[in-house]
Antibody, heavy 120, light 111 residues
């Protein structure tokens, strides 16, 4: 079955760290750019990071320097290392597959998400 | 880079057509044919409905169509059905410092 399954979410104190994982199955993981997208409760979608098939990475200013996206193709896995977490990072984090080429980013496969709560 | 602007809510009766707008700038929606649309039901992950302005992925009903004029993209749902009640988000590549941006989201209500 073609799917993405996130894990690693939980409760963390402000300033703490968390590592999210996304396990891919049913497709050639190494052939796709991959992304993380988050959604705070009752709010809209926010793009968080991207990694290309060559390992190139991209971030918005809100997480740049704090979050690191990586991939391990041998394990069909995507990761998001989150450091210096803030209350504003509280959200459901989705991993998503991107079949587009170059700047043509769009997400045709999503996981069910993992909840990250940053609170003391 | 601000989110793309969408109406907060749109409603229609079963069988009617509705259109959701997505307004950006020449740095995003207006500058590239890289607009996509996502449907999200409560508690579920988003689902791709339209990519590259007007392309439908396999399995998406042809009641859903996309278009663009200038800096505004649109999603039209024809023959509205009860299962179309959901939140809808547009998105686009942008040449600003943030390479990707979502819209503010639109709640579609089927009356």
């Amino acid at each position: 079955e073609v799917q993405l399954v996130e894990s690693g979410g939980g409760l963390v104190q402000p300033g703490g760290s968390l590592r999210l994982s996304c396990a891919a199955s049913g497709f050639t993981f190494s052939s796709y750019d991959m992304h993380w997208v988050r959604q705070a409760t009752g709010k809209g979608l926010e793009w968080v990071s991207a990694i290309g098939t060559a390992g190139d990475t991209y971030y918005p200013g809100s997480v740049k320097g704090r979050f690191t996206i990586s991939r391990e193709n041998a394990k069909n896995s995507l990761y998001l290392q989150m450091n210096s977490l803030r209350a504003g990072d509280t959200a459901v984090y989705y991993c998503a597959r991107d079949p587009g080429l170059g700047n043509d980013w769009y997400f045709d496969l999503w996981g069910r998400g993992t909840l990250v709560t940053v609170s003391s | 880079q601000s989110a793309l602007t969408q109406p907060a809510s749109v409603s229609g009766s079963p069988g009617q057509s509705i259109t959701i707008s997505c307004t950006g700038t020449s740095s995003d929606v207006g500058g590239y044919n890289y607009v996509s649309w996502y449907q999200q039901h409560p508690g579920k992950a988003p689902k791709l409905m339209i990519y590259e302005v007007s392309n439908r992925p396999s399995g998406v009903p042809d009641r859903f169509s996309g278009s663009k004029s200038g800096n505004t993209a649109s999603l039209t749902i024809s023959g509205l059905q009860a299962e179309d009640e959901a939140d809808y988000y547009c998105s686009s590549y942008t040449s600003s410092s943030i390479p990707y941006v979502f819209g503010t989201g639109t709640k579609v209500t089927v009356l």
